[in-house]
């Protein structure tokens, strides 16, 4: 660890994370009925990295600087998720996020560490049901679920008819 680089770069970032919280106050509260409103994520996290920066702060004055040897950088690495991640965000309407998320999971796992794909895969496929059904079901937000070309299956949980409300109100209004 670089001391240095670690107090300077807390300081930004808790400057980061408060800005972040304070902005995201500015969202609204709810949409489309949802009781998980848009703001409540951005909020949170915010303040996870407030919490996280002071954390790293605090670290910073009570260990010694230590030599390194250097490290390879792997950028190849990098700009695989990069890219994949890229990608995620910008297909993320028409596929979904489960289907989404797994697969950007997958990409992530394989680039990170290249082994075993089925592994891989049953973790990203899990970690994106769970999350899908946490978020849309348990706390009622919206997401969306299954591409709309999938939809007529019915595997979604609860959050496809606000998803779908919305898709209708935005060729209506189109």
């Known amino acids: 660890m670089n001391k240095t680089f670690d107090r300077y770069a807390s300081i930004v970032l ?20 949802s009781v998980v409103g848009p703001n409540v994520f951005p909020f949170g996290l915010g303040l996870i990295l407030v919490a996280l920066s002071a954390g790293l702060l605090y670290g910073t004055f ?11 950088m792997h950028y190849k690495k990098f700009w695989i998720i990069v890219f994949s991640l890229t990608l995620y965000c910008v297909f993320l309407e028409q596929i979904g996020y489960v289907i989404g998320t ?46 709309v070309w999938f939809t ?23």
């Open 152 to 174: 007529h299956w019915r595997f979604d949980y609860g959050s496809y008819s606000v998803f779908a409300q919305r898709l209708q109100h935005r060729a209506a209004v189109a």
């Open 102 to 147: 797994f697969l950007f999971l997958l990409v992530g796992f394989q680039a990170m560490q290249r082994g075993n794909v089925w592994k891989s895969a049953i973790i990203a496929a899990v970690f994106s049901f769970v999350i899908y059904y946490l978020y849309a079901v348990l706390l009622n937000g919206t997401l969306p679920g299954w591409p």
């Open 62 to 72: 009570r260990y010694k600087q230590e030599e390194r040897e250097k490290t390879p």
């Open 14 to 33: 808790m400057a980061f994370g408060t800005m972040f919280a304070w902005q995201s106050t500015k969202i609204s509260a709810s949409a489309y009925g």
